[in-house]
């Protein structure tokens, strides 16, 4: 029989699709622990055996691989990366469309660091200028590592590039948009161009046993129960950022060494903006010569040309716990400030909603003996004449500093009776 030679080249790129030299290992089955957000519904278990579309390695140019192998296992397969293949992908990817598929990713993939083929390709966000290689969304699926795969964003040539150019898009490694009932787990990160992980209008996502390395680890957007957790990262910069409507998301068992600490971020940052941070657990996390343990940085809800140099949103922050938080060489253990940037403080109208308790360890030299800070814009609204900072609670801090001074900490308009800290002014 005599097929059209376009059909034979159609035929051809299926069945490298779906080749595969033997199945890949299963799906782990994850769960949180021991915290769990309210009404967080667990990822489908099971095998998916019904197909396996093997991706085949490919240094130049894996993205059409992927995204066929992705439309041909959907809805019940898996897409494999073996162990010891490697693959560039120098093309976005949009995986927004998935439904009851694993990605078994054992090899190491590669995105390509050609910086001038990138902006005209990936997906932009507004909000601090976020960009994506590849986005995952739909439900039901499960990324998973084992420990073994590597996603390596070859981020030095974009930072290199920045020392005589600071407008170089630099894309975040790894994004999730829409994306429900799912897991990420058991995957090393290295040398993202941005941030590591972007997680944004997802819900019911357990991240676990993850290894990191270098810049932002994971920053939640518009997301709401997520569990990030059993994770090691070594950064230079925020080990988890929450930022704006984040709701529902526990924290836990992290390893964080060199970060800015685990962070309420950059809220009300954008004028007419509405930023909510609210029920966040933070529990039982170890951080390694970071400049803050907890920290919190809220903009003024101001309006344009009040002062502010940035800021306009509105919004509030609740029911945020940190708790059990051991510290090593830390510059501080906590930080919160309620207005920041801000010189007109009568705009600053945030009333913060913050536990701190159980937080002990050693301090760095930087500050010695101060340990921390909480700065409230001032003791009452402007507007309402009420407390602004009575709800900000800090109990059972006992951290140790290397000079062997009683460690202080800077509270400035802050209901004291609430802080079992020795405060000065």
């Known amino acids: 029989m005599h097929f059209p030679t376009a059909a034979l080249a159609l035929l051809a790129g ?5 080749a595969h030299a033997g199945s890949p290992p299963a799906a782990p089955y994850v769960v949180p622990g021991p915290k769990t957000p309210h009404g967080f519904q667990l990822p489908q278990p099971g095998h998916r055996a019904k197909k396996i579309c093997t991706v085949p390695a490919n240094m130049k140019d894996a993205g059409p691989s992927i995204l066929r192998a992705a439309h041909e296992c959907n809805n019940g397969g898996t897409v494999y990366f073996p162990s010891g293949s490697s693959y560039t992908i120098a093309s976005a990817l949009d995986l927004t469309f998935l439904k009851n598929i694993d990605f078994a990713i054992l090899g190491t993939i590669y995105f390509s660091d050609d910086i001038g083929i990138w902006p005209s390709q990936t997906f932009n966000y507004p909000y601090q200028t976020a960009s994506l290689f590849w986005r995952f969304g739909g439900s039901n699926v499960r990324i998973y590592g084992l420990g073994k795969g590597v996603i390596d964003g070859l981020g030095q040539t974009y930072w290199t590039a920045m020392v005589t150019d600071s407008s170089v898009e630099r894309p975040i490694l790894f994004g999730t948009d829409g994306l429900h009932d799912s897991s990420i787990s058991g995957i090393n990160m290295r040398n993202p161009p941005g941030w590591f992980n972007f997680i944004s209008n997802s819900t019911n ?17 518009r997301s709401s129960n997520i569990v990030i957790q059993n994770s090691v990262i070594v950064n230079t910069d925020d080990c988890v950022s929450f930022k704006p409507n984040s709701t529902s998301i526990v924290v836990q068992n992290l390893s964080c060494t060199g970060s800015h600490g685990i962070s309420v971020g950059s809220l009300g940052q954008y004028e007419g903006e509405v930023d909510i941070v609210e029920d966040i657990y933070v529990y039982n996390n170890s951080m390694t010569s970071c400049s803050d343990g907890g920290r919190i940085k809220i903009w003024p809800g101001a309006a344009a040309g009040s002062g502010s140099s940035s800021g306009g949103g509105s ?3 609740r029911n945020i716990t940190y708790e059990k938080m051991t510290v090593h060489n830390n510059d501080q253990v906590v930080a919160l400030t309620q207005c920041y940037g801000v010189s007109d403080q009568s705009v600053c109208n945030e009333y913060p909603d913050i ?4 937080m002990s360890g050693v301090m760095s030299t930087k ?7 909480l700065i409230c814009s001032s003791p009452t609204s402007v507007l309402t004449l009420s407390q602004v900072c009575s709800n900000v609670v800090a109990k ?7 000079s062997g001074k009683n460690a202080t900490f800077t509270c400035t308009n802050m209901d004291d009776t609430l802080l079992e800290l020795n405060c000065v002014s």
Do not use: S
Request: no cysteine; charged share 15%.
């Open 355 to 358: 536990l701190f308790d159980d």
């Open 205 to 221: 996502v357990i991240i676990t046993d993850m290894n990191l390395t270098n810049t932002d680890g994971w920053d939640t957007y």
């Open 367 to 373: 500050y010695d003996p101060v340990a921390g800070y």
């Open 396 to 402: 059972n801090i006992a951290v140790t500093e290397p």
């Open 14 to 18: 299926l069945q490298q699709v779906a």
């Open 315 to 317: 919004g509030y922050v």
